[in-house]
T-cell receptor, first 113, second 116 residues
Framework: AQSVTQPDIHITVSEGASLELRCNYSYGATPYLFWYVQSPGQGLQLLLKYFSGDTLVQGIKGFEAEFKRSQSSFNLRKPSVHWSDAAEYFCAAPNFGNEKLTFGTGTRLTIIP | NAGVTQTPKFQVLKTGQSMTLQCAQDMNHEYMSWYRQDPGMGLRLIHYSVGAGITDQGEVPNGYNVSRSTTEDFPLRLLSAAPSQTSVYFC???????????????FGNGTRLTVT
């Protein structure tokens, strides 16, 4: 079964600085990978997804992610963060046992002025 | 278009009480699911349904029941609440029943449940 790992529980970034959130996956075949964002008090919203093809994926809100098979990674990036990006970010992948989404433990992003 | 609607937003129960968390979607999605979110554990799948009349267990089903009598509704029942069920519960739906397809999950805003 595929699983995802988010090694960073909490990251603090200054407004305007660049951001990279890490996600590692474990699966032999080409995986399907997703990033979701959860704003405080809200449900999760899809940021972007990777299914196949171009390994650099563009998403909403200026986010992008790069699939690197050699590193088993699907890291989320943004060149310049805004205060409104403060949220919790989840990497996810389908469990190939039942094709249902399995989520990482999340990374909480704090933005400082 | 309301999307996925969960009620109530907050609930406090005493140990042993039962209750139903409601979830409704107006997008004609076949797939619906319930997750619980706990600190440091991400979201864990409780139960899911691939269509009316069909339900199945997820990763953490014990202590919960579900039914799917209509496409729109997917209630989650706590049979006898325990403090370990204190959590935030999310309902999610998608058009496709298989998340390997290009069909993102749509989430409700959650129900925060406390069991004392």
């Amino acid at each position: 079964a595929q699983s995802v790992t988010q090694p960073d529980i909490h990251i603090t970034v200054s407004e305007g600085a660049s951001l990279e959130l890490r996600c590692n996956y474990s699966y032999g075949a080409t995986p399907y990978l997703f990033w979701y964002v959860q704003s405080p008090g809200q449900g999760l919203q899809l940021l972007l997804k990777y299914f196949s093809g171009d390994t650099l994926v563009q998403g909403i809100k200026g986010f992008e992610a790069e699939f690197k098979r050699s590193q088993s990674s699907f890291n989320l990036r943004k060149p310049s963060v805004h205060w409104s990006d403060a949220a919790e970010y989840f990497c996810a992948a389908p469990n190939f046992g039942n094709e249902k989404l399995t989520f990482g433990t999340g990374t909480r992003l704090t933005i400082i002025p | 278009n309301a999307g996925v609607t969960q009620t109530p937003k907050f609930q406090v129960l005493k140990t042993g009480q039962s209750m139903t968390l409601q979830c409704a979607q107006d997008m004609n999605h076949e797939y619906m699911s319930w997750y619980r979110q706990d600190p440091g554990m991400g979201l864990r799948l409780i139960h899911y349904s691939v269509g009316a009349g069909i339900t199945d267990q997820g990763e953490v089903p014990n202590g919960y029941n579900v039914s799917r009598s209509t496409t729109e509704d997917f209630p989650l029942r706590l049979l006898s609440a325990a403090p370990s069920q204190t959590s935030v519960y999310f309902c999610a739906s998608s058009y496709e029943t298989d998340q390997t397809y290009n069909s993102p999950l749509h989430f409700g805003n959650g129900t925060r449940l406390t069991v004392t």
